[in-house]
């Protein structure tokens, strides 16, 4: 009988430790995929920096993109002179997959982020229309005063008061509405630039409708330089 008891107990803890072995299994897969989930790269962080390779996990969509741009017989093509240039694209529910100084970013618009020789080169967002104030801000806050602008005219009877006052408190004490010989105009700062080091910056800010359109664009000397990035081709 002492036997037999033992033998019992035996398969009883070895039937124990199975169930264990397959709960914290579980457990550490549940987790992994988790944080997988949860990743998410701050795309203000990445030009002129090595890419991880979180990027190529988490992007909607990868293109290879062989050489530079040129203009050959009035068109724009793309000339190989041996550039590693990868065009990575979060669209739709992969936006969840970045955010901008640690702000979500506008899912219809998504984003792009171009790799050149394993190097973060190029990135384009735009802010979620509820959220343009607060994007401004701090992005301006950080790099400080711009090095340049250009200013732009609208209509200021096509531009209601909740886009007013959004670009009155983007640009205080610069936006101005002349009235007399035109008809009333409303003046104010559309693009700004900065250039920090290795990086250049380019803000936009365009009223359109009943919102404010907010675009970031963020480009390497580099890749300007060596015309990896369409629209940023000439220089």
């Given at each position: 009988m002492m036997v037999h008891d033992l033998r019992y107990k035996f398969e009883q803890n070895k039937r124990v430790v199975h169930v264990l072995f397959i709960l914290l299994s579980l457990y550490f897969l549940i987790g992994c995929n988790s944080d997988n989930q949860n990743e998410t790269i701050d795309l203000s962080a990445v030009v002129d920096k090595?890419?991880?390779?979180?990027?190529?996990?988490?992007?909607?969509?990868?293109?290879?993109?062989?050489g530079h741009y040129e203009f050959?017989?009035?068109?724009?093509?793309?000339?190989?002179?041996?550039?590693?240039?990868i065009n990575y694209s979060f669209d739709g529910k992969d936006t969840n997959n970045v955010k901008f100084q640690g702000k979500t970013i506008n899912d219809t618009y998504g984003a792009k982020v171009v790799v050149y020789g394993n190097v973060g080169a190029f990135v384009s967002i735009k802010a979620p229309e509820e959220h343009v104030k607060e994007y401004f801000t701090t992005f301006v806050k950080?790099?400080?005063?711009?090095?340049?602008?250009?200013?732009?005219?609208?209509?200021?009877?096509?531009?209601?008061?909740?886009v007013k006052s959004i670009l009155l408190e983007a640009y205080p004490g610069i936006l101005k509405a002349y009235k007399g010989d035109i008809p009333g105009r409303l003046l104010y700062p559309q693009k700004l630039f900065w250039k920090k080091g290795n990086?250049?910056?380019?803000?936009?800010?365009?009223?359109?409708?009943?919102?404010?359109?907010?675009?970031?664009?963020?480009?390497?000397?580099?890749?300007?330089?060596?015309?990896i990035v369409m629209g940023y081709h000439v220089h």
């Open positions: 090595p890419v991880s390779n979180k990027i190529q996990d988490l992007a909607s969509k990868e293109d290879d993109q062989k050959n017989g009035g068109q724009l093509k793309l000339v190989d002179n041996g550039e590693h240039v950080e790099l400080g005063r711009s090095d340049s602008m250009h200013i732009e005219s609208t209509a200021a009877a096509t531009v209601n008061d909740k990086v250049r910056y380019f803000l936009t800010l365009d009223p359109i409708g009943d919102n404010v359109n907010l675009k970031i664009d963020i480009i390497s000397e580099k890749a300007l330089k060596d015309r």
